[in-house]
């Protein structure tokens, strides 16, 4: 069965996993590809569909899901290299040894820091393992599905729950 925009519009799980297996790995190798960088290009993928979901009143009938989802794709990549680069920017200018113009810097950090754990904690047990797992750790959902004896869609799905509820709680 062919799925559009406007069954998703209309809370279609099914028409959501459906346009979400047909595109994953295309939008992965699509973004992997402007971006030489996995982390970004997973991280991308999975906030396009986490946009999508969360914002599906907003998808056009007229227009094919394919050219929303790599529209989407294409605006947080586009935020997330923006964010990285400012990171970079800051960071190098630490690395090159200069002292830190201001101790609220470390200060910042480390309260920032401190939130995300705090958030952290508030999630259930096995979502806070997992996410530590992947996030934190590095492992793949395959080697965390293997470890934990679930399917790796139950990974993804409690990473991408994870990211939002996190996401959520520190804006």
């Known amino acids: ?11 279609n799980k099914d028409a959501f996993r459906m346009v979400y297996q047909l595109y994953h790995q ?3 190798y699509f973004t992997l590809r402007h971006v ?9 993928v999975q906030l396009t ?6 914002r599906r009143e907003s998808l056009s ?9 790599f529209r989407i794709a294409k605006s947080i990549m586009i935020d997330l290299l923006r964010k990285e680069y400012v990171r970079d920017r800051h960071m190098g200018v630490f690395s090159e040894g200069q002292e830190r ?5 470390d200060l910042e950090g480390k309260e920032e ?13 096995v979502r806070r393992h997992v996410f530590r797992m992947s996030r934190l750790e590095g492992w793949t959902y395959q080697q965390i599905a293997e470890a ?5 869609r139950t990974v993804e799905n409690h990473v991408l729950r994870a990211v939002s509820q996190l996401r959520k709680a520190l804006l």
């Open 61 to 69: 009938p007229e227009v094919s899901i394919s050219q929303q989802l």
């Open 113 to 125: 820091l401190e939130r995300v754990y705090f958030y952290l904690e508030h999630l259930s047990p």
């Open 1 to 11: 069965m062919r799925y559009t925009a406007q069954d998703i519009r209309l809370g």
């Open 26 to 28: 295309k939008l992965y």
């Open 36 to 44: 030489q960088s996995a982390y970004v290009a997973e991280e991308t």
């Open 101 to 105: 113009e201001s101790p609220a810097f």
């Open 148 to 152: 934990l004896s679930i399917s790796p």
């Open 49 to 54: 569909f986490i946009r999508m979901w969360e």
